[in-house]
T-cell receptor, first 114, second 108 residues
């Protein structure tokens, strides 16, 4: 079991471009969570998805950010018209069920905005 | 609002010495707390959780609701304990709120 797979590991974008971050959960896991880590800060919850459904997006910025977890394929975190403040490490985690199950994390994607 | 504070950004100890990483939280509900660890070039992984009350790699952590703390302790630090440690609070069942982390260096 390769665990949670995120790609790319590093992503560089210019201001105004779009960034797409991918996350494949652990085998057998159907719950996906995205977190953002700004420099010198802890990880902050962004969104929780199950297959084809957004369950909780209370941590997502209101504009430019969206997430999906289609029936087939990885979960995608999309950031449109990126700005310098979007530079951060974005982590994906998955669990087999919600609640007491621990979340397993990927290696993260480091997004740099030029 | 929930908040996790790790007051020490860096912690350096000698091998064989005790190590304690501080974690304080604020949360109006019933807290569920975790310690995650990230070794060099590895991903974030769960070290222990308060509800299981177990010791992992010699580490223990006790939830003190009166002091709203969940400090991580190990009586005798080893070089392989050098890593980044994050305290995390679970709220609303699945949302994790992390502290900023403490980098531990164990010197020979």
């Amino acid at each position: 079991n390769a665990g949670v797979m995120q790609n790319p590991r590093h992503l560089v974008r210019r201001r105004g471009q779009e960034a797409r971050l991918r996350c494949s959960p652990m085998k057998g896991h159907s719950h996906v969570y995205w977190y953002r880590q700004l420099p010198e800060e802890g990880l902050k919850f962004m969104v929780y998805l199950q297959k084809e459904n957004i369950i909780d997006e209370s941590g997502m910025p209101k504009e430019r950010f969206s997430a999906e977890f289609p029936k087939e394929g990885p979960s995608i975190l999309r950031i449109q018209q990126v700005v310098r403040g979007d530079s951060a490490a974005y982590f994906c985690a998955s669990s087999g069920s919600v609640g007491n199950q621990p979340q397993h994390f990927g290696d993260g994607t480091r997004l740099s905005i030029l | 609002a929930q908040r996790v504070t790790q007051p020490e950004k860096l912690l350096s100890v000698f091998k064989g010495a005790p190590v304690e990483l501080k974690c304080n939280y604020s949360y109006s509900g019933s807290p569920e707390l975790f310690w995650y660890v990230q070794y060099s070039r590895q991903r974030l992984q769960l070290l222990l959780r308060h509800i299981s009350r177990e010791s992992i790699k010699g580490f223990t952590a006790d939830l003190n609701k009166g002091e709203t703390s969940f400090h991580l302790k190990k009586p005798f630090a080893q070089e392989e304990d050098s890593a980044m440690y994050y305290c995390a609070l679970a709220f609303n069942d699945y949302k994790l709120s992390f502290g900023a982390g403490t980098t531990v260096t164990v010197r020979a």
